[in-house]
Each structure stands twice: as C-alpha cells, then as structure tokens.
C-alpha cells in the first residue's frame, strides 16, 4: 500500500474510533430523561372573589384579622393582652370584658395549585410543584376588583386591608395578601416515569433540608469507569499519529 494511501487508512481507521466513542455519551444523554426546555405553568390560576389572575404554578390568598391575644408583660410579668394580626380567629370566650373577638373570619384562606403544568410537553405532577416550589410575594393589580370589596378594602402594603387608618387598625379589621408559586432550576431535580415528569427522592429530601440518599444518588451523563475511554482515545492518537508519519514520509518522498 502507498504511504499516502495508508495515511488516510488510518485517519480514516482513527475517525471511526472516535466517532464510535462519541456515539455512547451523545446517546446517554439523549436519554439521560433531563429536562431540556422551561417548565410552563399552563392556564391561569384566579382568585375569584377579588378578581386576582396568577400566570404561575401556584397561587396562595392569606387572610389576617385584627384580635386580641393574652400576652405576658416582659416587665412586670404579669398575664395581660395584646392586638396582633393572625390567620386564624382567636378564641375570645373565656377573655376578660373589653378584649372581644370575632368568631370566625369573614374571608377564608385560599390556595390554587396548576393542574395543567408541563415541561417539554410532558406533564409535571403535582408533587413536584409541592415539594420543589417556592412561595414568592405577589402584589396583584387591583383594577378587577368587584365593587362591593371596593367599597371595604384599599390598598395596603402589597395586598388590601380594610382599616380606615392603617396606622391604627381597629380589632376585627382584615388585610389580604397574596403569593405565587414559583419554579427553581430543575435541572438534576427531576426525572420522567411512565410520561410524567417527578422529583427524585434525593432533591425532595434535600428540599427538606434532609441528608439525600446516598444509593440512589446518579451523575447523569456520566462515562462507567471501566477503561474503555481511555484505551479508545490512545488507539485513535496513535493511529493519527501514524497516518500524519506516513504522510510526511510520501511528501519526503516526491520531493526527493
């Protein structure tokens, strides 16, 4: 054979072995299952009763009243009663006269999760959006607001409250305020079984602020260790190797 002819065997012979290396990694992560694309949340999320429109994958109204609670003196010591604003009613009955509250709130607390949510137009399951989520604050626009809560509330903060002088609220006075739930990265966070996109034990548990499991803990994309790698690369260095001698020798050859 020709030295120029058996140059481009060997390039030819070293460029199969690369490329038949290269075919494992680009087919494992074709089917690594990580997401490539943005979650989407799908339709929107509404609060109804004032009229609030959330495009995310979670909405969440909380109601707070004005009340009394009994409170210690950090003083004195001695048992007395404090205004604070709380989510739940209070229970009043066994109060001492002057330090009554309402029964129940007039309003409830809400929360909406996305049932159409989807990540490369696969679906995302619930769980994912309960356990990886993140509650972020959400200041609505208040143009849809029906006119009878119109009437009661006005803007307060990043939501709505009902005082007359939020400076001084008067017991029994509510404020509402909302959130949205949001996504993080997922990469590396999720994995898709039987069509449906869910968290993997290891970053619901460090959700959780939880130690991860070690055993189930998987490098995606990730060549096996077994030499194959490193044995592959030198037979194709040192075919090129050759076929680049062999070609300056056929070029020493015709100079001569």
């Given at each position: 054979m020709k030295p120029i002819a058996a140059a481009?065997?060997?390039f030819a012979l070293a460029?199969?072995?690369?490329?038949?290396?290269?075919?494992?990694?680009?087919?494992?992560?074709?089917?690594?299952?990580?997401?490539?694309?943005e979650p989407v949340a799908g339709s929107g999320l509404r609060d109804r009763?004032?009229?609030?429109?959330?495009?995310?994958?979670?909405?969440?109204?909380?109601?707070?009243?004005?009340q009394w609670q009994r409170s210690t003196d950090p003083v004195s010591g001695q048992p007395g009663y404090q205004?604070?604003?709380?989510?739940?009613?209070?229970?009043?009955?066994?109060?001492?006269?002057?330090?009554?509250?309402?029964?129940r709130l007039p309003l409830e607390n809400r929360r909406w999760w996305s049932e159409s949510a989807t990540l490369d137009g696969q679906p995302i399951d619930s769980s994912v959006l309960r356990a990886l989520g993140e509650w972020k604050v959400f200041?609505?626009?208040?143009?849809?607001?029906?006119?009878?809560?119109?009437?009661?509330?006005q803007p307060e903060g990043d939501g709505l409250g009902s005082s007359e002088n939020p400076l001084a609220p008067q017991?029994?006075?509510l404020r509402v305020?909302?959130?949205?739930?949001?996504?993080?990265?997922?990469?590396?966070?999720?994995?898709?079984?039987?069509?449906v996109w869910r968290a993997k034990p290891e970053a619901i548990a460090e959700a959780l602020h939880a130690p991860p499991s070690r055993a189930s803990a998987v490098v995606?994309?990730?060549?096996?260790?077994?030499?194959?790698?490193?044995?592959?690369?030198?037979?194709?260095?040192?075919?090129l190797a050759l076929a680049a001698l062999l070609w300056l020798r056929g070029r020493r050859r015709r100079a001569g």
């Amino acid at each position: 054979m020709k030295p120029i002819a058996a140059a481009r065997a060997l390039f030819a012979l070293a460029l199969a072995a690369m490329l038949a290396l290269a075919a494992p990694a680009a087919a494992q992560d074709e089917d690594s299952g990580e997401p490539l694309g943005e979650p989407v949340a799908g339709s929107g999320l509404r609060d109804r009763d004032f009229g609030v429109l959330s495009r995310q994958f979670g909405l969440d109204r909380r109601v707070e009243m004005y009340q009394w609670q009994r409170s210690t003196d950090p003083v004195s010591g001695q048992p007395g009663y404090q205004r604070i604003w709380n989510s739940a009613p209070i229970d009043s009955t066994r109060f001492e006269p002057g330090h009554v509250n309402p029964k129940r709130l007039p309003l409830e607390n809400r929360r909406w999760w996305s049932e159409s949510a989807t990540l490369d137009g696969q679906p995302i399951d619930s769980s994912v959006l309960r356990a990886l989520g993140e509650w972020k604050v959400f200041r609505p626009n208040f143009s849809r607001l029906p006119a009878n809560l119109a009437a009661t509330f006005q803007p307060e903060g990043d939501g709505l409250g009902s005082s007359e002088n939020p400076l001084a609220p008067q017991i029994g006075d509510l404020r509402v305020s909302w959130r949205e739930l949001r996504l993080p990265a997922l990469e590396g966070k999720l994995e898709l079984r039987d069509g449906v996109w869910r968290a993997k034990p290891e970053a619901i548990a460090e959700a959780l602020h939880a130690p991860p499991s070690r055993a189930s803990a998987v490098v995606l994309g990730q060549a096996p260790d077994d030499g194959r790698w490193s044995w592959g690369w030198l037979v194709a260095g040192v075919a090129l190797a050759l076929a680049a001698l062999l070609w300056l020798r056929g070029r020493r050859r015709r100079a001569g």
